[in-house]
């Protein structure tokens, strides 16, 4: 049986986590990053898979494989994927924030999958160090609208073998909605005050700011979207997660070199669908506004 040929677009914290787990399950592995190695090797440090190390080799157009998990961030995204022209591979996005769709379904036309990850810490601590501090297995939710259930289903065992736990979504806008409204909330109070989700929890204020992101949120897509989520239930997920929870929305705002950032994918996108449909977001306006302000004064 041939090898499945896996690409990744954006060595990251979150695609270089999961270069390193796919070649160690025995899938040929390629990025297409620019540079004149043939192969890089990646080494993990994680709380829950150990310490792992991986040779993943270099095409930059990733003309030969099968399916492509696009795990650059939104500023970069258009470099990073310009010089791919293959016309076959499932295209599996682990981005956060929604306006990369556009960009991919643009270039890529059905075969982009509305997906995401979540419930997962992973950065780039260096150029070939990885460092996943989640104790807990990643979470990929994918939707099945329209899509070949054979291919759903081949993502699905390739993601499961590198121990993933999977959710499979009968829509589109559900697998968005679920993840953008709790990670826009955090990452805009992360990066608004620079500080860990446990400050943000243990501060009337800003959990009062907190919800209200998430009530906008909700609010907005069920009106637009006819999205039905529950606000007891997402604060009880961001409850979950680990107190010492940076984001890094937060990391790029804060940064005193990096220009870039996915603000306008995340609360940017929400305070965007906002004003164009005319909606009374206060909190929402507020926080982006400030978040925008403090992006000028750093850079």
Not at 29 to 54: E, P, T
Not at 290 to 298: D, G, S, T, V, Y
């Amino acid at each position: 049986m041939q090898k499945v040929k896996i690409g990744i677009v954006g060595l990251g914290g979150i695609g270089g986590f999961c270069a390193v787990l796919l070649k160690k399950a025995g899938y040929e592995v390629f990025s297409n990053k620019n540079v004149k190695k043939k192969k890089l090797l990646l080494k993990l440090s994680s709380k829950y898979y150990g310490n792992l190390s991986a040779s993943i080799k270099v095409d930059r157009t990733l003309n030969d494989v099968n399916i492509i998990l696009i795990c650059s961030k939104f500023p970069y995204l258009r470099k990073n994927i310009k010089n791919i022209y293959n016309k076959k591979a499932l295209v599996v996005p682990f981005l956060n924030g929604i306006s990369h769709f556009h960009i991919l379904k643009k270039k890529f036309k059905k075969r982009v999958y509305f997906s995401n990850i979540a419930k997962i810490i992973s950065k780039k601590k260096s150029a070939n160090k990885i460092l996943h501090l989640s104790k807990n297995k990643p979470e990929v939710i994918i939707s099945c609208e329209n899509k070949d259930k054979n291919k759903i289903k081949i993502i699905c065992n390739i993601l499961k073998k590198i121990d993933f736990k999977l959710k499979v979504f009968d829509s589109d806008t559900k697998v968005i909605w679920t993840k953008l409204i709790r990670l826009s909330s955090i990452s805009a109070m992360t990066a608004l005050y620079d500080c860990n989700l446990y400050e943000i929890l243990n501060s009337k204020n800003k959990m009062k700011q907190l919800e209200s992101l998430v009530k906008e949120g909700l609010y907005l897509t069920k009106l637009l979207f006819n999205f039905k989520g529950s606000l007891n239930n997402i604060i009880k997920d961001i409850k979950k997660l680990p107190c010492n929870l940076t984001t890094s929305l937060q990391r790029d705002i804060n940064s005193n070199t990096n220009t870039k950032s996915e603000i306008d994918t995340q609360i940017g996108a929400i305070y965007k669908l906002g004003v164009k449909s005319k909606l009374q977001l206060k909190t929402t306006n507020y926080i982006y506004m400030l978040l925008k302000k403090k992006m000028q004064k750093k850079h």
